[in-house]
């Protein structure tokens, strides 16, 4: 436990991207108890330094903290997380927010520390988990809080760990920690139409060319309509998933009317003025949905698990361009929005008691457990041992100097990679199919 049970408990954040930032730092305030005054502590965040490192624009329009993240690599973490407790100053919580095999990775190196006493561990999902489920759940596998984002995901990945034989009990059924805003009221004159794009959904240019294509024609068709493309990062700059084909780059093909609109910010502050909500599989679906705006899933390019919207196979939400062009919109099933944890009705208040009632008596515990994985040297000696030399993670290695100039060298290096991905290999593709 705190020092003091009137002293707030310390909470460290890592992420690997801006979205699974914003997912860590508000799911850090919601499953830690407030200090005796009722106040919150502000989670220390850290962001690892890689390929979809986030830039500060892109943290700032999370709107997940006042404070900046401190960029690291995944040593350096594991080295504050030694030395905070040398100071006296030890993470009661440590939230991961990555991808599963840099959890497991960070779940080793958390485990080699030898701390006197370790900080509580809590890991989940950023939003709909659609594909490599059980890959990324059993790396997941040894956190002490798994959490899972409805009903559903619980029932989902309790499922997994007994049908290996791992113990379920991390499993917690919570909700995504972004769901909020005020109920969706139509304004007088107002008619506005947002596109929640995704970076790798669809995947090839020619479906994200004709997603584009078939947004701008809906705004010619309805001129008294705003019709805007709501996008997550600009070019160069990366998300959870790599991004081949900018729309930016693509609209640049057409000749869009003045009521269509590409536009970035605070999703929140988007759906604020938001009639009607359209996307593949986006997770600001669950948003909106919450949040009672009508909510429409896209059946054109296909209904594939590739897609993710196979995720709302029963949702009522499934629809194509020729129908919202003819004005039709989905109304969503009721029991399908219970089990997603779409609680609109107010359940979404108490969404979080559980897991903030596993945390609580955690850190209530006089020693926690050693950190157990599913996945060990015994179980995946074919498997581990690649996923944990990939990460590289020595704390007894000196720390490299983080100069001026080698920033600016990383900064380079970082805009060669997003050039490479972004501008050569499509065309390298292009001629190779020739």
Known sequence: MPASSSEAVRVAVLADSDTRWKWGALTARRITPADASGSEKEPTGFVLRGRATPTARQLAETGASTAAPR???????????????????????????????????????????GLDRRPVIVTGYVGVVYEKLADGLLLRHGADVVLANSRHDAERFRAVYEGVG???????????????????????????????????????????????????????????????????????????????????????????????????????????????????????????????????????????????NHHFIGSGLLTSFDRLDRGEVPEPDEEWLSRQGVASDGGYDSAFDAARERVAKLLALPGLPPISPYYTAETAPGYLPGILARHRLDVTAPPVRDSGLRRIVREAARGAYRHGVQRVAPVVRRLGEL
């Open 71 to 113: 960029e690291v690599t995944g040593a350096e973490f594991l080295r504050e997380v030694r030395d905070a407790e040398a100071r006296g100053e030890r993470y009661d919580v440590v939230v991961l927010a990555l991808v599963g095999g840099t959890v497991r990775a960070v779940l080793q190196g958390l485990a080699d520390l």
């Open 166 to 308: 791992a113990g379920a009990e991390s499993v917690v059924e919570a909700a995504l920690p972004f769901l909020g805003g005020a109920p969706h009221r139509r304004e007088e004159g107002r008619d506005t139409l947002v596109f929640a794009a995704q970076p790798s959904v669809p995947v090839t240019r020619n479906e994200r060319a004709y997603v584009l294509e078939r947004l701008v024609r809906h705004a010619r068709l309805h001129p008294e309509r705003e019709v805007l493309l709501k996008l997550r990062s600009k070019p160069g700059e990366h998300t959870t998933h790599l991004e081949e084909h900018p729309y930016q780059r693509l609209v640049r093909d057409l000749d869009p009317p003045a009521n269509f609109r590409l536009v970035y910010g605070h999703m929140g502050e988007v759906l604020d003025r938001t009639d009607l909500l359209v996307t593949v599989s986006s997770t600001a679906a669950l948003e909106a949905l919450h949040r009672r705006i009508p909510t429409a899933i896209l059946t054109d390019c296909g209904v594939r698990e590739v897609n993710g």
